[in-house]
T-cell receptor, first 115, second 112 residues
Framework: NAGVTQTPKFRVLKTGQSMTLLCAQDMNHEYMYWYRQDPGMGLRLIHYSVGEGTTAKGEVPDGYNVSRLKKQNFLLGLESAAPSQTSVYFC??????????????FGPGTRLTVL | AQTVTQSQPEMSVQEAETVTLSCTYDTSENNYYLFWYKQPPSRQMILVIRQEAYKQQNATENRFSVNFQKAAKSFSLKISDSQLGDTAMYFCASLGFQKLVFGTGTRLLVSP
């Protein structure tokens, strides 16, 4: 099992450009998440999905869009990148449980720089 | 709403010694879980240990153990027999219904 993988590992964008980050998991998890990590801060939730075709906003959703067309994939899009979106992005996944909580497993991260 | 506070930005310990990292949290959830994640220089987020709030017994994983004080909303991590490979950022996190909230992290340096 590869677990949670992210593509690409690094990317440099110019202000105003768009891009999509891909997250894939092979653990058959129902829940998937996108976080960003900035210096001196913990991870903050951008968007999440509790199943194929469903998405929801997290703590810092502005400037991002997501899609979950397949259970194993969760895409994070930046339509018009801004320097404030320079960060390390992590994807995570977890099983669905009766109380909605379970351990999240993380991908290796994507370092994005917006010039 | 959930909050997680780690008041120690940096800690140092010598190899083979014991170190304790502090974490306090606040949550309105009745059913929640607490975690410690390790982030080495490789950036990978690695699960260290997990504690179910409804369990009174403190979780242990080899050299890692927690001191879970539910009434005080405290969740500290003890690392015994520290090893050079334990050098990393350590994040405390609280998981309520679908939402995982992280603290700001403690950077641990293990020296020979």
């Amino acid at each position: 099992n590869a677990g949670v993988t992210q593509t690409p590992k690094f990317r440099v964008l110019k202000t105003g450009q768009s891009m999509t980050l891909l997250c894939a998991q092979d653990m058959n998890h129902e829940y998937m998440y996108w976080y960003r990590q900035d210096p001196g801060m913990g991870l903050r939730l951008i968007h999440y999905s509790v199943g194929e075709g469903t998405t929801a906003k997290g703590e810092v959703p502005d400037g991002y869009n997501v899609s979950r067309l397949k259970k194993q994939n969760f895409l994070l899009g930046l339509e018009s990148a801004a320097p404030s979106q320079t960060s390390v992005y992590f994807c995570a996944s977890s099983r669905r449980t009766s109380d909605g909580t379970d351990t999240q497993y993380f991908g290796p991260g994507t370092r994005l720089t917006v010039l | 709403a959930q909050t997680v506070t780690q008041s120690q930005p940096e800690m140092s310990v010598q190899e083979a010694e014991t170190v304790t990292l502090s974490c306090t949290y606040d949550t309105s959830e009745n059913n929640y879980y607490l975690f410690w994640y390790k982030q080495p220089p490789s950036r990978q987020m690695i699960l260290v240990i997990r504690q179910e709030a409804y369990k009174q017994q403190n979780a242990t994983e080899n050299r890692f153990s927690v001191n879970f004080q539910k009434a005080a909303k405290s969740f500290s991590l003890k690392i015994s027999d520290s090893q050079l490979g334990d050098t990393a950022m350590y994040f405390c996190a609280s998981l309520g219904f679908q939402k995982l909230v992280f603290g700001t992290g403690t950077r641990l340096l293990v020296s020979p």
